[in-house]
């Protein structure tokens, strides 16, 4: 069976959007500043187990995937069993990123605030690219999906909701395993403030050559 061309194009596509945004989270957690919600807990049981945060990241991703089958019963999709391949990618190119970056951090904490949001930025452009490919959603996107189909509640309340708590879970392991807050930390409110919004100027410089690469 010969492969469709636009589809491996958009394969790809989310694959380097995937990288991306690995890059982008090790801009974050380098600033030292604090990591998007959805990377505080990964990253605080990377803390306590001294496991590298990318296995961290693949464990606490399949279970958002175990969430969502929970949620959704016979009606979740078996094709959606491929954001597991896709996570563990992902946990692969958070630790080469973060080999990749070292340990640079810009000094003063005006460096640290330009590293976040440099983080904020090469974040926002990796999930552009990988939405951009319309395969499958990320597991915290999914399980945030599932949950507002299941409570018919509007998706950026649902977002607003499991952001929280993921925060509030990391703050919780931080305090208790590490006696002080890790990962959670100002920076954590801005990504979760920045990200979204710059995400739809990002997607309309990209949307141009996405469309003609991919479709």
Same mark, same amino acid.
């Given at each position: 069976?010969?492969?469709?061309?636009?589809?491996?194009?958009?394969?790809?596509?989310?694959?380097?959007?995937?990288?991306?945004?690995?890059? $982008?989270?090790? +801009?974050?957690?380098?600033?030292?500043?604090?990591?998007?919600?959805?990377?505080?807990?990964?990253? &605080?049981?990377?803390?306590?187990?001294?496991?590298?945060?990318?296995?961290?990241?693949?464990?606490?991703?399949?279970? +958002?995937?175990?969430?969502?089958?929970?949620?959704?019963?016979?009606?979740?999709?078996?094709?959606?069993?491929?954001?597991?391949? +896709?996570?563990?990618?992902?946990?692969?190119?958070?630790? $080469?990123?973060?080999?990749?970056?070292?340990?640079?951090?810009?000094?003063?904490?005006?460096?640290?605030?330009?590293?976040?949001?440099?983080?904020?930025?090469?974040?926002?452009?990796?999930?552009?690219?990988?939405?951009?490919?319309?395969?499958?959603?990320?597991?915290?996107?999914?399980?945030? @999906?599932?949950?507002?189909?299941?409570?018919?509640?509007?998706?950026?309340?649902?977002?607003?909701?499991?952001?929280?708590?993921?925060?509030?879970?990391?703050?919780?392991?931080?305090?208790?395993? @590490?006696?002080? @807050?890790?990962? &959670?930390?100002?920076?954590?409110?801005?990504?979760?403030?920045?990200?979204?919004?710059?995400?739809?100027?990002?997607?309309?410089?990209?949307?141009?050559?996405?469309?003609?690469?991919?479709?």
């Amino acid at each position: 069976m010969k492969l469709d061309k636009k589809f491996v194009y958009r394969v790809l596509l989310y694959v380097v959007g995937l990288m991306v945004l690995a890059l $982008g989270v090790a +801009f974050s957690i380098n600033s030292k500043l604090g990591i998007s919600p959805v990377n505080s807990l990964p990253y &605080v049981l990377s803390q306590i187990t001294k496991v590298e945060m990318g296995t961290c990241v693949i464990v606490v991703f399949s279970l +958002f995937i175990l969430v969502q089958i929970l949620i959704k019963g016979k009606d979740f999709q078996r094709i959606n069993l491929s954001q597991l391949i +896709f996570s563990t990618l992902f946990g692969f190119f958070v630790d $080469g990123a973060k080999a990749l970056l070292g340990n640079f951090t810009l000094p003063t904490y005006l460096g640290q605030l330009a590293m976040l949001l440099m983080g904020v930025v090469i974040i926002a452009l990796g999930i552009s690219l990988y939405l951009d490919a319309r395969l499958v959603p990320m597991p915290a996107e999914g399980m945030t @999906l599932a949950l507002a189909d299941k409570k018919n509640k509007p998706l950026n309340q649902v977002k607003t909701w499991t952001d929280s708590i993921l925060v509030a879970l990391s703050i919780l392991l931080s305090l208790i395993f @590490l006696g002080g @807050l890790y990962g &959670v930390r100002e920076g954590t409110v801005l990504s979760a403030l920045l990200i979204g919004p710059a995400i739809k100027p990002i997607q309309k410089l990209t949307k141009p050559w996405v469309e003609k690469m991919c479709y």
